[in-house]
Protein backbone atom coordinates (compact mmCIF):
# COMPACT_ATOMS: atom_id res chain seq x y z
CA UNK A 1 0.00 0.00 0.00
CA UNK A 2 2.89 2.46 0.86
CA UNK A 3 4.09 1.56 -2.38
CA UNK A 4 1.08 2.67 -4.14
CA UNK A 5 0.90 5.57 -2.40
CA UNK A 6 4.35 6.44 -3.32
CA UNK A 7 4.39 5.53 -7.37
CA UNK A 8 1.23 7.89 -6.93
CA UNK A 9 2.54 10.94 -5.56
CA UNK A 10 5.38 10.69 -7.47
CA UNK A 11 3.06 10.80 -10.67
CA UNK A 12 1.57 13.44 -8.99
CA UNK A 13 4.68 15.40 -8.79
CA UNK A 14 6.06 14.83 -11.94
CA UNK A 15 2.88 16.27 -13.72
CA UNK A 16 3.22 19.41 -11.35
CA UNK A 17 6.89 19.66 -12.71
CA UNK A 18 6.36 19.40 -15.95
CA UNK A 19 3.77 21.78 -15.91
CA UNK A 20 6.41 24.44 -14.28
CA UNK A 21 8.65 23.89 -16.67
CA UNK A 22 7.03 25.77 -19.35
CA UNK A 23 6.86 29.45 -20.33
CA UNK A 24 3.45 30.06 -21.18
CA UNK A 25 1.04 31.47 -19.57
CA UNK A 26 0.25 34.72 -17.65
CA UNK A 27 3.48 36.60 -15.90
CA UNK A 28 3.66 39.74 -13.96
CA UNK A 29 6.25 42.19 -14.62
CA UNK A 30 8.59 43.95 -11.98
CA UNK A 31 6.80 47.49 -11.21
CA UNK A 32 8.49 50.59 -12.80
CA UNK A 33 9.90 53.67 -10.96
CA UNK A 34 5.76 55.07 -10.92
CA UNK A 35 4.43 51.86 -9.87
CA UNK A 36 3.36 50.54 -13.22
CA UNK A 37 3.26 46.66 -13.88
CA UNK A 38 2.04 44.49 -16.75
CA UNK A 39 0.82 41.07 -17.01
CA UNK A 40 2.58 39.52 -20.32
CA UNK A 41 1.08 36.16 -22.13
CA UNK A 42 3.95 33.74 -22.76
CA UNK A 43 2.76 31.91 -26.42
CA UNK A 44 4.11 30.10 -29.10
CA UNK A 45 4.79 33.30 -31.78
CA UNK A 46 1.60 32.99 -34.11
CA UNK A 47 3.86 33.69 -37.33
CA UNK A 48 6.23 30.72 -36.04
CA UNK A 49 4.51 28.38 -33.48
CA UNK A 50 8.53 26.88 -33.36
CA UNK A 51 9.34 30.36 -31.68
CA UNK A 52 8.69 31.73 -28.35
CA UNK A 53 6.47 35.33 -28.19
CA UNK A 54 5.18 37.59 -25.20
CA UNK A 55 2.56 40.22 -25.58
CA UNK A 56 1.01 42.94 -23.13
CA UNK A 57 -2.09 41.25 -21.51
CA UNK A 58 -2.95 43.77 -19.00
CA UNK A 59 -1.90 46.82 -17.70
CA UNK A 60 -1.93 48.20 -14.03
CA UNK A 61 -1.45 51.85 -12.72
CA UNK A 62 -0.47 53.15 -16.11
CA UNK A 63 -2.82 55.68 -18.57
CA UNK A 64 -1.28 53.43 -21.60
CA UNK A 65 -3.75 50.93 -22.29
CA UNK A 66 -3.39 51.34 -25.94
CA UNK A 67 -0.27 48.91 -25.16
CA UNK A 68 -2.51 45.71 -24.65
CA UNK A 69 -2.13 43.11 -27.65
CA UNK A 70 1.78 44.70 -28.05
CA UNK A 71 4.23 42.32 -28.22
CA UNK A 72 6.63 43.06 -25.81
CA UNK A 73 9.59 39.60 -27.01
CA UNK A 74 9.15 37.65 -29.75
CA UNK A 75 10.91 35.09 -32.25
CA UNK A 76 13.18 33.67 -29.13
CA UNK A 77 14.12 30.14 -30.05
CA UNK A 78 15.22 27.47 -28.16
CA UNK A 79 19.13 27.88 -27.06
CA UNK A 80 19.10 25.57 -24.37
CA UNK A 81 17.43 23.81 -21.23
CA UNK A 82 14.82 26.87 -20.58
CA UNK A 83 16.45 29.00 -22.39
CA UNK A 84 15.58 31.24 -25.67
CA UNK A 85 17.10 33.96 -26.93
CA UNK A 86 18.39 35.45 -30.50
CA UNK A 87 14.91 37.21 -30.60
CA UNK A 88 14.00 40.73 -29.85
CA UNK A 89 12.71 42.12 -26.57
CA UNK A 90 10.93 46.30 -26.02
CA UNK A 91 11.38 48.00 -23.35
CA UNK A 92 8.48 49.76 -22.25
CA UNK A 93 10.20 52.73 -20.05
CA UNK A 94 12.74 53.52 -22.98
CA UNK A 95 10.82 52.43 -26.25
CA UNK A 96 13.74 50.72 -27.66
CA UNK A 97 14.45 47.42 -29.09
CA UNK A 98 17.21 45.07 -27.41
CA UNK A 99 18.51 41.17 -27.99
CA UNK A 100 16.12 39.28 -25.93
CA UNK A 101 17.42 36.12 -23.90
CA UNK A 102 14.32 34.54 -21.44
CA UNK A 103 15.66 31.51 -18.64
CA UNK A 104 13.02 30.02 -16.80
CA UNK A 105 13.51 29.29 -13.64
CA UNK A 106 11.76 27.38 -10.53
CA UNK A 107 9.52 30.18 -9.64
CA UNK A 108 10.42 32.85 -12.22
CA UNK A 109 10.72 33.79 -16.11
CA UNK A 110 14.21 36.42 -16.55
CA UNK A 111 13.69 38.78 -19.13
CA UNK A 112 16.47 40.40 -20.55
CA UNK A 113 17.41 42.76 -23.27
CA UNK A 114 21.55 42.72 -24.64
CA UNK A 115 23.48 45.00 -26.37
CA UNK A 116 26.69 42.79 -27.08
CA UNK A 117 27.44 40.70 -24.29
CA UNK A 118 25.97 43.08 -21.75
CA UNK A 119 22.85 42.19 -20.14
CA UNK A 120 19.76 43.58 -18.07
CA UNK A 121 16.34 42.94 -17.27
CA UNK A 122 13.50 41.82 -14.87
CA UNK A 123 12.59 38.87 -12.50
CA UNK A 124 9.08 38.24 -13.07
CA UNK A 125 6.39 35.69 -11.44
CA UNK A 126 3.81 33.10 -12.79
CA UNK A 127 0.35 34.53 -12.36
CA UNK A 128 -1.53 32.29 -14.37
Not at 16 to 23: Q, R
Not at 35 to 63: I, K, M
Not at 117 to 128: A, E, P, S
Request: hydrophobic share 40%; aromatic share 8%; net charge neutral.
Amino acid sequence: MNKLIGAALAAISLGTTALANEPFGIWETKKDRTGAYLHVRVHLCDANPALLCGTVHQTFETPHTEIVGRPVFWDLSVTGDNTWGNGTVWDAETDKNFNAKVILGKTRLRVEGCVGFLCDGQNWTRIQ
